[in-house]
T-cell receptor, first 118, second 114 residues
Framework: GAVVSQHPSRVICKSGTSVKIECRSL??????MFWYRQFPKQSLMLMAT?????????EQGVEKDKFLINHASLTLSTLTVTSAHPEDSSFYIC??????????????FGPGTRLTVT | RKEVEQDPGPFNVPEGATVAFNCTYS??????FFWYRQDCRKEPKLLMS???SGNEDGRFTAQLNRASQYISLLIRDSKLSDSATYLC???????????????FGQGTILTVHP
């Protein structure tokens, strides 16, 4: 099956710093990538949808200036958490659609990035 | 009202038991339906899609009732390895895109004990 990787798998940063998370589709081209956030004991919440070469679409309540998304190529999307605060500590998961798949509705999830802001 | 609601759980069952999870969704325009499995501190993995005709994959059976906006998952002959959180997931229309977006239920924790 299609593989999506994320880097780093976990990161600890100080309050006020910025953190960049990378999401890569390893063996397929992803026209659309999704970024989710999951707080402890809660489900995944979609933050934004990014399409290659265009601006991301953010869900209601998600600050686009705080969570910067760049989808510069068909295999890479990045999420930058700017001026991180402890309340941003969460599990961030990306997902991608396979542009060429016969089942183009299937999403493949990355392994997630656990962010802790101290 | 949440878009996707699941049994609160948790479920604690012995090996070999049959367990059923229920889920309801609020958007009647929902397009696709899934059950995902998520292990602790890992990403969700697709368990199975759910079709109106009902579908079975080994010990797992999923049912969809569009009229009632209700989805179920039945696990027979539970194994220790079935212990996980089970997520009911619905693909709903979104923002003029043909694809829409996935909306996740809060999950139901299953623990299978010896």
């Amino acid at each position: 099956g299609a593989v999506v990787s994320q880097h780093p798998s976990r990161v600890i940063c100080k309050s006020g710093t910025s953190v960049k998370i990378e999401c890569r589709s390893l063996d397929f081209q992803a026209t659309t990538m999704f970024w989710y956030r999951q707080f402890p004991k809660q489900s995944l919440m979609l933050m934004a949808t990014s399409n290659e070469g265009s601006k991301a679409t953010y869900e209601q309540g998600v600050e686009k200036d705080k969570f910067l998304i760049n989808h510069a190529s068909l295999t890479l999307s990045t999420l930058t958490v700017t001026s991180a605060h402890p309340e941003d500590s969460s599990f961030y998961i990306c997902s991608a659609r396979d542009f060429d798949s016969t089942n183009s509705y299937e999403q493949y999830f990355g392994p997630g990035t656990r962010l802790t802001v101290t | 009202r949440k878009e996707v609601e699941q049994d609160p759980g948790p479920f604690n069952v012995p090996e070999g038991a049959t367990v059923a999870f229920n889920c309801t969704y609020s958007n009647s325009a929902s397009q696709s339906f899934f059950w995902y499995r998520q292990d602790c501190r890992k990403e969700p993995k697709l368990l199975m899609s759910v079709y109106s005709s009902g579908n079975e994959d080994g010990r797992f059976t999923a049912q969809l009732n569009r009229a009632s906006q209700y989805i179920s998952l039945l696990i027979r002959d539970s194994k220790l390895s079935d212990s996980a959180t089970y997520l009911c997931v619905v693909r709903v229309p979104a923002g003029g895109t043909s694809y829409g977006k996935l909306t996740f239920g809060q999950g139901t924790i299953l623990t299978v004990h010896p």
